[in-house]
């Protein structure tokens, strides 16, 4: 039977907008351990350089991170946005971001109800508590500890897959000194389904549970801070920040609650649906102003204008060629914008794309690596 501390500590998580609460112990979670080691010799987590074989001894021992801890607490919180596509206007292409990154930081948001948590812990446990929260950017193996809290299981897109609630959702953390009554992990699978690992555009789901990150294509339009291979970019489609591809197709989702924090929810439809041509002509300053305080900041401007090249090679939409030979040629714009807007350009047809092409190459150093794309753009590499 959950004892009347644990049963107040949840009660008071639901209340301040969490959708679902689970209780872990707070010993080693030496799976979790081995499965980071193994994916970090095998290559799947290369460019994550953070990713090491200490962070992964750090990130499953809980006791080291808050010495003293007896129990954590994982916390869920939906973020699943109800907003449609715009219906697609000739001249106008847009891109796509990733539900999580339509609204506010989910940093900033969820560290806030996790602080006034804590307050109330302390209130109802009668006394200080040592406590230490996690949001996706410290150490803690946070989808391992909600598993056996039982949130929810692991699924094969490597997403949590919680039920009733699905994997739009944020996870949060709360390492306490408190000895509460943990949960029992969920006895659920997914089963013969493999929609995710069929549906990948890019092949990252290399097997079930298994994700090759660098051919992710959140890693591609987030994390990567050099040129996108070329083989992946023709399978990129219009995503600009993050992709959503195997969380749409997944059955959980079928039945997945809206989020009920409406900093989470997008607010607007550029929020979710970018028209890519402004992007692109964006400066920095006003890149900052418009995504301030949201996710898309962690890409910076030239990285989110790099893949805004990319969707509009991918979409072939004419109206992108003047913007798109405007970036090529500007020498004030970061260099990798212009080699993608190379790339971009060399996926149309029209005499335009192709001029634009023809100058830059003249005007450019010999050796340079924007020579070298636009070579291979001359000469219609994919």
Same mark, same amino acid.
């Given at each position: ?56 001894? +750090? ?13 954590? &607490? ?38 806030? &109800? ?96 298994? &994700?090759?990150? %660098? ?8 994390? +990567?801070?050099?040129?996108? %291979? ?47 041509? %402004? ?44 913007? &798109? ?58």
């Amino acid at each position: 039977m959950t004892t009347p501390l644990t049963q107040d500590i949840k009660a008071a998580a639901l209340e301040l907008g969490f959708d679902r609460v689970g209780v872990s112990d707070a010993e080693p979670l030496r799976e979790a351990e081995r499965a980071i080691l193994e994916r970090i010799e095998a290559g799947h987590m290369d460019g994550l350089r953070w990713f090491t074989a200490e962070r992964a001894r +750090l990130a499953t021992r809980p006791q080291e991170l808050l010495p003293g801890a007896q129990s954590i &607490l994982a916390l869920s919180a939906s973020y699943l946005g109800q907003r449609e596509a715009p219906e697609v206007q000739a001249g106008e292409p847009r891109g796509r971001i990733a539900r999580y990154a339509w609204g506010r930081d989910y940093h900033d948001v969820l560290k806030e &109800l996790a602080r006034e948590l804590v307050g109330r812990i302390e209130a109802i446990a009668g006394r200080p508590v040592k406590a230490r929260f996690f949001v996706d950017s410290s150490p803690l193996a946070e989808r391992a500890v909600a598993e056996r809290a039982g949130l929810g299981w692991f699924g094969k897109n490597t997403m949590l897959l919680l039920p009733g609630a699905s994997s739009w959702a944020f996870l949060c953390e709360v390492i306490l000194d408190l000895p509460l009554e943990p949960d029992r992990p969920v006895k659920k699978s997914c089963g013969a389904c493999q929609r995710c690992l069929d549906v990948c555009p890019t092949g990252a789901l290399v097997a079930p549970g298994v &994700l090759d990150t %660098p051919r992710c294509i959140s890693f591609l339009t987030i994390e +990567l801070k050099d040129r996108i %291979p070329r083989h992946l970019r023709p399978l990129m489609g219009s995503w600009v920040f993050g992709c959503d591809d195997c969380q749409e197709v997944c059955p959980v989702n079928r039945r997945a609650l809206p989020a009920r924090i409406a900093a989470l929810r997008a607010y607007d439809d550029e929020a979710a649906f970018p028209r890519l041509v %402004p992007l692109l002509e964006m400066d920095d300053p006003a890149f900052r102003a418009r995504y301030r305080g949201t996710p898309v900041m962690r890409a910076k401007s030239w990285g989110l204008q790099r893949n805004a090249c990319v969707a509009l090679g991918n979409l072939g939409d004419p109206a992108a060629i003047p913007v &798109l030979a405007s970036a090529l040629v500007d020498a004030s714009r970061h260099p990798l914008v212009r080699e993608h807007a190379a790339w971009a350009l060399g996926r149309f047809e029209a005499p335009r794309a192709r001029q634009a092409l023809d100058a830059a190459w003249l005007a450019v150093d010999a050796e340079s690596d924007l020579r070298h794309e636009l070579e291979l753009s001359l000469a219609g590499a994919a």
